[in-house]
């Protein structure tokens, strides 16, 4: 049998596809490039916006034209949301489609395959230059905006010696360990247990490969966890991706967002990055939700401009199908709420630069991610003066702006 996988989405999805891959290579079977040399394909798909939907359903489409003898299974967020879509036709009914699994269950897509693996164990190594780990999936909030907890279900936290014995085995072949889910910040909230908890476990059990953290709720962020991602960097990267989705109170509220305000978001991130020479801030910003006035894009703006991000993904609102944003007044025409969406992406762009800027002439903890590109503890890019550096190598730098470009230049003992 040959597989074909791709995936679409976050990087609990891409965590999910590994483990897939792992099933296949644990069948036997042979994961191929393309479409049209397989049996099978997998595609995990994403659900967080329109367009990748529109991006899932034009891949299966396209992998029938180029093979139609093809059998199709899509994991993911998808399978969960046609359910709620009658605005697109249904998903199981799209040429090709044998099997549906909702999120990440392996075993599922194995048994879609026709695959019985007995004992599933997760990969030792994956893919990537950095290692992924999923520690929980599902989401117990409900933002007004947001499919994912519809198409994922409740927070579901991973047993913690589950997850420290991957991570030892994933710490062999990997610099660094992703930490990812769904909503990490709710990790324990099923099991007594909690983020900051789990990560001092993987600090103390692992040998000297670093962590770093995704997506986390700005005032999820205890004082254990707050300690591990302001203390040493050479075990957990010194970066917070914290969502902000609005500066406005107001539309906080229309989006269902209730357990912070622009000021405790200020203060929760304030504590962590300001007056830190070396700290990576980025969030993300929802433009043009329903409702959303001028009023309330300046109020984002001014709060943007006035902490140390150092990064910022910008969207614009994306009806989804089965939430409850569908049924708020005040639609934003789409040329205001691009034109709002570009002005936060320039200000992000500025910001972004003027801190690479300062980086200039400090040490690094450089991992190379490809050969040639390298990521700094506070996840900049930066190309590696060196091609003796190869792909998940992990060595000291001194960074360099050239010509507008961060440049790694190793510390002599690291290539001698
Ligand atoms: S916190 Fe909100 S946006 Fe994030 S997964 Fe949960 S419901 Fe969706």
Known sequence: MKVFLKTHGCRANQYDTEAVRGMLAQAGVEEVDSAADADYAVFNSCSVTSAAESDLRADVRRAARLNPSIRTVVMGCAPGVTKRDESRTPLATL?????????????????????????????????????????????????????????????????????????????????????????????????????????????????????RLTSIEATEVDDRLADLLTGDSARVAPHLHAPLQSGSDRVLRRMGRNWYTASSYCDAVTKLASNRDVFALSGDVICGFPGETEDDHSATTDLVSSLPFTDLHVFQYSPRPGTAALRLDGPVPEHVASRRASELRALAATKASEYASRQAGRKADVIAIGRGSGLTEDYLSAAIADNRIARRDRFDATLEMVEGQLVAVPVPRWVE
């Open 95 to 211: 040429p090709t489609i044998e099997g549906l699994v909702v999120g990440g269950d392996v075993a599922a897509v194995g048994a879609a395959l026709g695959l019985a693996v007995p004992a599933l164990h997760a990969p030792s190594a994956q893919t990537g230059s950095r290692a992924l780990l999923r520690i929980q999936d599902g989401c117990d909030e409900h933002c007004t905006f947001c499919v994912t907890t519809n198409a994922r279900g409740a927070n579901r936290s991973r047993n913690a010696d589950e997850i420290i014995d991957e991570a030892q085995r994933l710490s062999e072949s990997h610099p660094e360990i992703v930490i990812t889910g769904i909503h990490i910040g709710s990790y324990g909230l099923d099991n007594g247990s909690s983020l900051g908890e789990l990560l001092g476990r993987l600090v103390a059990e692992t040998d000297s490969v670093r962590y």
